[in-house]
């Protein structure tokens, strides 16, 4: 599977828009980049998943750029309850697993 | 809808004793379910890959005859930690993947199991 990379911290003001970036520059074209979280003891939340489309659903937006090399994720209006662990994960593989990064660890604060 | 189920969510076990997780997908059929393990401050580990009635696939490094998998049904998976030590304590998580599934449908996690052994 192709690695990612992410910043191991940020912060985000509550309210204001969470913008929190991924790079894959080996990412294969039939491999789909995942976003779950976690937020501390429990099992991870899936959020989010593209291919090259940008997508957005109820909880966040996955914009993807053009070469697919980089995305980032965007909570547009970050709670307290948003603070958690965040893997951007490129899938793929014959069994359909996922590999775990580092994330990112995000802190809204008040 | 997809819905994983694990239990216990936490359990304490003496050392040599061997402790039972159980995992559950509660509204889909899941061919595969994953193990994953977790340190504190540390990411998700895969331990091992379970198909329904057939062997398990484990990671490099993950003992086999330890962590004793059993997938006998759609809906069920478990692990059992045997013969536990204190280095064994850990968080234990399990995913499933829906029978019909592609790359393009989520992996869905149960909410873990905190393993103490003391």
């Known amino acids: 599977d192709a690695k990612t990379t992410q910043p191991p911290s940020m912060d985000c003001a509550e309210g204001r828009a969470a913008n929190l970036p991924c790079n894959h520059s080996t990412i294969s074209g039939n491999e789909y980049v995942y976003w779950y979280r976690q937020i501390h003891s429990q099992g991870p939340q899936y959020i989010i998943h593209?291919?090259?489309n940008n997508e957005t659903n109820e909880m966040a937006s996955l914009i993807i750029t053009e070469d697919r090399k980089s995305s980032t994720l965007i909570l547009p209006h970050a709670t307290l309850r948003d603070t958690a662990v965040y893997y951007c994960?490129?899938?793929?593989?014959?069994?359909?697993?996922?590999?775990f990064g580092k994330g990112t660890k995000l802190s809204v604060k008040p | 809808g997809a819905v994983v189920s694990q239990h216990p969510s936490w359990v304490i076990c003496k050392s040599g004793t061997s402790v039972k997780i159980e995992c559950r997908s509660l509204?889909?059929?899941?061919?595969?379910m994953f193990w994953y393990r977790q340190f504190p401050k540390q990411s998700l580990m895969l331990m091992a890959t379970?198909?329904?009635?057939?062997?398990?696939?484990?990671e490099q490094g993950v003992e086999k005859d330890k962590f004793l998998i059993n997938h006998a049904s759609l809906t069920l998976s478990t692990l059992t930690v045997t013969s536990a030590h204190p280095e064994d304590s850990s968080f234990y998580i399990c995913?499933?993947?829906?029978?019909?599934?592609?790359?393009?449908?989520?992996?869905?996690f149960g909410n873990g199991t905190r393993l103490t052994v003391t």
């Open positions: 379970s198909n329904e009635g057939s062997k398990a696939t484990y």
């Open positions: 994960i490129v899938r793929g593989g014959s069994q359909g697993n996922l590999i």
């Open positions: 593209g291919l090259k």
């Open positions: 995913s499933a993947l829906m029978e019909w599934s592609s790359y393009n449908s989520p992996l869905h």
């Open positions: 509204d889909f059929q899941a061919t595969t």
